[in-house]
C-alpha cells in the first residue's frame, strides 16, 4: 500500500470519526451546532387555591411523570410560611404542603420548566404496576347491565384487537344517531364520560389507565388538564380523545398525571381548585445543553469538556483555538508560500491579538520588534554569546512592555495595557532570528518575513475569533480530528505553491 493512500486512509477515518461524533451530540444531545441558536423552553405552572379553616392543613397534589419526547428541566415550588416536601407514595410522586394553622384564602404554587426533545426516553411503566381488576356494575340495574353486555359484544363483533375495540366504542357514542344502549348509559349514569369509558373496558379487561395533561402552547392561562385514555393492547400503549378517537402522541401534549388516583387532596381547607398556566421563553440551546441532568444521561459526556471545572473550561477555549490557526498556517505556507519568521510563531501572535485587539496588537508587535532590532544590533557589537544575547533580548523586551504600558495608561489607552498577553520568549526569539536574518540576507528578507509573519497572524486570528469556530471547537472537539485529517492530506502537497507560479511566470 503506497504512503499516499494510506495517507488518503487515515484522513478520511478521522473525518468521519469526528464528523460522527459531532453528528451524534448535536442530534441526540441537543448540544447545539450554532452558538446563537435558540430553544424553547416553557414553565407549566400549577396553581391551588383554596380557603382555610383555622386548623391544620395538609395539602397534597400528584407530581409530574416522566415521558418520552419531554423532558423535565427543573423543578420549584412557592410556598410561604409552609412546609414542603416530595413524597413517593404507592400512587406516585406527589408535592405536600403542610402548616400548622391555615385561616382565609390561601394560594400554593408549583412551577418546572420543560422542553420537547424528540430523542428523549424514559423506560415506560410496566403494565402490571396498574390495577386491572375486571369492573363491576353492581351500581346498575339488571336491565342496564344486561344492556351493556349486549352493547359491548356488538362492539367486540366489529373489532379485532384492544385499540380497534376503543375506537368502535367512542365511535359507538359519537354517533349522531346513537343506539338505545348509549342513550341509557348517558342518561342514567353519574360517572362522567371518561370514567364511563373507563369503567367499560376494565369490564372488558382491556389494560387502561387515565391520564391528565396540558398542551405546551404559550399563552395558556387557567386552564384545566384535559383528560385522555390510554390503552395496551399487548404491545404498546395508544392515546385515545372521547371526542377525536385514537390519536397520535402529541409532541407537545405534556402528562400531567397517570393513573385514577386524585390530582388534589385538601385537609384543613375548603373550596379548593387547581389551575395551570404555560408560557414560552426562548434559551440559548447551549445553557440547556450544559443543564446537569442533560449530562449525565449520555456517559459519552463523563468524558467531555463540560465535566472539567470552569476555570479548566475556560482554558481549553483558547487551546482548542490553536489547531484552526494551525490550519491557517498550513494552508498559506504550503499551498501559497507565504514566508514567516519561524513556523508557528504567527499562532502566538494571533492568540495575542485575540487579547489585545487587532490594531493595537498590531501597533505594539512593530514596535516592540523594531525597538528590539535596534537593540540587539548593538548587543552584537559585544560579542556576547548566544544564551546570554538572548537572555537580554527577553529583558529588554520586557522593560519595552512595561514601559508602553506605563505611557499607555498615562494616556489613557487602556486597550495598550493588554501588551502583557504577547509571548516574551517568542519575541525576543523573533528579534534574534531577524536580527541574523539581517546580516546574512538582508533587510528584504526581514521585511518580507515579517510581513509575511503579520498577514499569517492577522488571517489566523480572524478564523481563531470566530464565534463560531470557538463554539465548534469546544462544543465538539472530535471535529480536530477532521482538521487533522485535512493537515495531514495537506502535508502530502508537494506541487507549485502559488507564489511560486508568479515566480516562474516569466518562464511560461
Request: no cysteine.
Amino acid at each position: 500500500m503506497s504512503y499516499r493512500l494510506q495517507v488518503s486512509i487515515m484522513a478520511l477515518i478521522l473525518a468521519v470519526a469526528g464528523l460522527s461524533i459531532a453528528w451524534y451530540k448535536a442530534q441526540y444531545l441537543g448540544i447545539p451546532l450554532l452558538p446563537h441558536e435558540k430553544r424553547s423552553v416553557y414553565n407549566v405552572g400549577a396553581k391551588i387555591n383554596f380557603e382555610g379553616t383555622g386548623k391544620p392543613a395538609t395539602i397534597s397534589m400528584a407530581l409530574p411523570v416522566y415521558q418520552d419526547g419531554i423532558r423535565i428541566l427543573s423543578e420549584e415550588s412557592s410556598s410561604d410560611d409552609f412546609g414542603f416536601t416530595i413524597a413517593n407514595t404507592q400512587n406516585g410522586k406527589r408535592a405536600e404542603w403542610s402548616r400548622r394553622s391555615v385561616e382565609g384564602e390561601t394560594n400554593l404554587y408549583y412551577a418546572l420548566d420543560v422542553i420537547i426533545d424528540e430523542h428523549y426516553s424514559m423506560t415506560k411503566p410496566e403494565v402490571d404496576e396498574f390495577d386491572q381488576r375486571k369492573e363491576r356494575f353492581s351500581d346498575y340495574s339488571d336491565s342496564l347491565a344486561k344492556a351493556v353486555d349486549t352493547l359491548l359484544e356488538d362492539v367486540r363483533l366489529h373489532s379485532a384487537d384492544a385499540h380497534s375495540f376503543t375506537a368502535q366504542l367512542i365511535k359507538e357514542f359519537r354517533s349522531k344517531n346513537p343506539s338505545q344502549t348509549v342513550k341509557m348509559l348517558l342518561s342514567k349514569n353519574n360517572d362522567t364520560k371518561l370514567t364511563l369509558f373507563y369503567r367499560l373496558l376494565r369490564y372488558e379487561e382491556i389494560t387502561v389507565r387515565k391520564i391528565r395533561g396540558i398542551y405546551l402552547e404559550d399563552g395558556r392561562r387557567n386552564q384545566d388538564l384535559t383528560s385522555l385514555l390510554e390503552v395496551h393492547d399487548g404491545e404498546r400503549w395508544q392515546l385515545f380523545d372521547l371526542e377525536q378517537g385514537k390519536i397520535p402522541k402529541a409532541e407537545n401534549f405534556f402528562i400531567w398525571q397517570r393513573g385514577g388516583v386524585s390530582m388534589l387532596d385538601v385537609i384543613g381547607g375548603k373550596g379548593s381548585s387547581i389551575t395551570f398556566s404555560v408560557s414560552e421563553h426562548r434559551v440559548p440551546a447551549g445553557q440547556i445543553a450544559e443543564h446537569e441532568s442533560m449530562i449525565k444521561q449520555a456517559a459519552l459526556m463523563d468524558f467531555s469538556l463540560f465535566s472539567l471545572p470552569t476555570s479548566q473550561q475556560n482554558a481549553f477555549k483558547h487551546i482548542l483555538l490553536v489547531p484552526m490557526g494551525a490550519l491557517v498556517v498550513v494552508f498559506l505556507r504550503i499551498l501559497i508560500g507565504i514566508k514567516t519568521s519561524g513556523t508557528f510563531m504567527p499562532i502566538l501572535i494571533a492568540m495575542a491579538f485575540m487579547q489585545t485587539s487587532l490594531v493595537v496588537g498590531l501597533i505594539m508587535f512593530v514596535v516592540i520588534v523594531g525597538m528590539g532590532l535596534v537593540i540587539r544590533s548593538y548587543l552584537s557589537h559585544l560579542d556576547l554569546l548566544l544564551v546570554a544575547r538572548i537572555s537580554a533580548v527577553v529583558i529588554v523586551v520586557i522593560a519595552i512592555m512595561s514601559l508602553m504600558s506605563i505611557i499607555s495608561y498615562k494616556l489613557g489607552i487602556n486597550e495598550a495595557l493588554t501588551i502583557t498577553f504577547f509571548p516574551m520568549i517568542i519575541l525576543a526569539w523573533t528579534i534574534e532570528r531577524m536580527s541574523i536574518l539581517w546580516e546574512e540576507e538582508g533587510p528584504g528578507e526581514v521585511f518580507m518575513q515579517g510581513t509575511g509573519s503579520l498577514v499569517v497572524a492577522t488571517l489566523a486570528y480572524f478564523a481563531m475569533s470566530n464565534v463560531i469556530v470557538a463554539h465548534l471547537t469546544f462544543n465538539f472537539p472530535e471535529l480536530l480530528l477532521v482538521l487533522l485529517g485535512i493537515i495531514i492530506v495537506l502535508g502530502r502537497y508537494s506541487g507549485y505553491r502559488l507564489s511560486e507560479l508568479f515566480r516562474f511566470k516569466s518562464m511560461a
